[in-house]
């Protein structure tokens, strides 16, 4: 019986996924995507997944991202290997379509403290590549492509406990191509030159003890830094703002709670996570990206540790 | 002064006469000494001396001599005495009763009368004054004594079968027959009264405490729970880093 729930559950979360669409991560589905310490934070070998998908059908639009990860900690060098990979895809009927991919590599030395606590800095190295085909005015006119591939490089620092972490990540641009296509093109970019990106990273259980049922985690991820608005202003200006967050609570193996997906709904073990996230509009529960109030967003998240920790 | 046999000479005529008269002397001696007292007048008047001497024995109350040297030894009423006399005391009363008594004869030493010394009764100071208090003032007798004999077991006869009907206690009304449960109508005949073996008291009493207080114990025991996983965490037995727990993040 316990079976077949598990085998509904996920063909439910499939079905939804697919039957909705998602550009946002939930937060917690990629354990490094804002911050490379976590690399080998579990102790034992970790692989997660994520298949997200969006829908905005005022506008036709659609967009799907696969990632997944994989991160380890080596006992020889007492330090935490991790590998992600990610593929996304983005279509306006008639007007434009993207799609790209992403490898990274990220390495997380651990020291402990007293037992209890763990401090690990972290360097991670990002390759991506990214196509665009954008028609203003379509079937007038012959579209436009833009291609590129991008280098980033970020520096974290995590320190965290059994309970809680606290984390800091800062974008160190290496070179992108595409965006400096994108610069000369519609002169502003995601990421440029001037622009400093860093995040902050919370997370907390609250539990009355490590053996009870019960508890509740609430994480949250802040976005930081400066920025112009285009080349051709002279002031850049600083932004704080919430970039992701998860409340999730467990009772047992069940968990529910929302994210900046959406609203979330799966089972959590100590090996085995699978988790539904079903929300609005691009940015999911944070702000409205603009796509309708019939926008959608699904994510299937899954995560599997291979060898169980002995905490 | 009269000599003493301590500080006498062994030849000395006052020794030989007193032994002459207590008959300690051997056939030679004896011999030698009636010689001189048959050539020795003045001998003879100091034999006459030492035999007219004699120790008379006082007459001695011993009821007044044990009332006025012998120190009565006061009962110690406090502790263990006192609660060893009410055991006995309750244990006779609780589990014997008296039975008729059976008779016999013991010999017991009574004081006799006080009487004056006869001469046979004159002892001399060689003999122990106090086996011949005790000889001239006690006499044996036989009184009759009463012992009480109690049976080890007590039978009492008592019909088992019989139904035990509660008499009704004033001023409180009872139920009704009907409303009585099957059980309770059950007849009080032939119950075999089985021990119950009492529980023990736990040594401490739990009472109730506030959330607060749960909250406080909580916190320390998943401290303490924490504290030996950072030991085992110390000494290699778990991996070197300290997880999230994967449970919750």
């Given at each position: 019986m316990r079976t077949f729930l598990k085998a509904g559950l996920v063909w439910s979360?499939?079905?939804?996924?697919?039957?909705?669409?998602g550009q946002v991560i939930p937060l917690g589905a990629l354990p490094m995507q804002y911050n490379p310490a976590f690399a080998g934070e579990a102790g034992g070998p970790r692989f997660n997944f994520n298949l997200g998908l969006l829908t905005a059908s005022r506008f036709r639009h659609n967009e799907y991202n696969l990632n997944t990860?994989?991160?380890?900690?080596?006992?020889?060098?007492?330090?935490?290997?991790?590998?992600?990979?990610?593929?996304?895809?983005?279509?306006?009927?008639?007007?434009?379509?993207?799609e790209g991919y992403k490898f990274s590599v990220a390495v997380a030395p651990k020291f402990s403290l007293k037992g209890k606590y763990t401090i690990s800095p972290s360097l991670d190295l990002t390759y991506g590549s990214s196509a665009t085909s954008w028609n203003p005015r379509p079937g007038t006119a012959k579209p436009l492509n833009l291609s590129g591939y991008h280098l980033l490089s970020r520096a974290a620092v995590l320190i965290n406990s059994r309970k809680w972490y606290i984390g800091y990540s800062v974008d160190i641009p290496l070179h992108n191509t595409y965006q400096y296509y994108r610069y000369r093109l519609f002169g502003r970019s995601d990421i440029s030159p001037e622009r400093f990106n860093s995040y902050w990273q919370f997370g907390y259980t609250f539990q009355r003890s490590s053996e009870s049922k019960?508890?509740?985690?609430?994480?949250?991820?802040?976005?930081?830094?400066?920025?112009?608005?285009?080349?051709?202003?002279?002031?850049?200006?600083r932004y704080f703002a919430p970039?992701?967050?998860?409340?999730?609570?467990?009772?047992?193996?069940?968990?529910?709670?929302a994210n900046n997906a959406g609203f979330h709904l799966g089972m959590q073990t100590e090996r085995v996570r699978v988790m539904v996230s079903n929300g609005f509009g691009?940015?999911?529960?944070?702000?409205?990206?603009g796509l309708g109030s019939d926008a959608y967003t699904g994510n299937l998240s899954f995560r599997y540790m291979l060898k169980q920790s002995r905490w | 002064m009269k000599p003493t046999t301590s500080d006498a000479d062994e030849n000395s005529p006052d020794l030989l006469l007193f032994r002459y008269v207590e008959g300690d002397l051997d056939a030679a001696q004896v011999q030698e000494l009636e010689a001189r007292l048959a050539s020795d007048a003045a001998l003879r008047d100091e034999l006459a001396f030492w035999k007219e001497s004699f120790a008379e024995p006082e007459a001695y109350d011993t009821a007044h001599l044990e009332k006025s040297l012998l120190v009565p030894v006061e009962p110690r009423w406090t502790g263990s005495y006192f609660g060893t006399w009410i055991f006995i005391l309750t244990l006779t009363v609780t589990l014997f009763r008296p039975v008729p008594?059976?008779?016999e004869t013991r010999p017991v030493l009574i004081p006799a009368p006080v009487s004056t010394p006869a001469v046979a009764d004159v002892v001399t100071e060689a003999r122990n004054p106090e086996e011949a208090i005790t000889r001239s003032r006690m006499t044996r007798i036989t009184l009759p004594f009463r012992e009480k004999r109690l049976p080890e077991t007590i039978e009492v006869e008592r019909n088992v079968n019989e139904s035990i009907i509660p008499a009704p206690i004033p001023g409180i009304k009872s139920r009704p027959p009907e409303v009585l449960s099957p059980v309770a109508q059950l007849p009080l005949t032939g119950i075999k009264v089985q021990k119950v073996k009492p529980k023990p008291k736990p040594i401490a009493v739990a009472r109730t405490l506030s959330r607060r207080q749960g909250r406080a114990i909580m916190r320390m025991k998943e401290k303490a729970r924490q504290q030996r996983k950072a030991d085992q965490f110390l000494k290699g037995n778990v991996p070197y880093v300290v997880p999230l727990n994967s449970e919750n993040f």
């Open positions: 979360g499939i079905l939804l996924s697919f039957a909705c669409y990860s994989y991160d380890q900690f080596i006992p020889a060098i007492r330090s935490g290997v991790g590998f992600s990979a990610g593929y996304f895809t983005s279509s306006f009927p008639y007007s434009s379509s993207s019960f508890s509740f985690t609430p994480q949250l991820v802040f976005l930081t830094g400066t920025d112009r608005y285009n080349r051709y202003s002279r002031n850049s200006f970039e992701a967050f998860s409340l999730n609570f467990r009772y047992g193996k069940f968990i529910w709670g691009r940015r999911g529960l944070v702000t409205s990206d | 008594v059976a008779m």
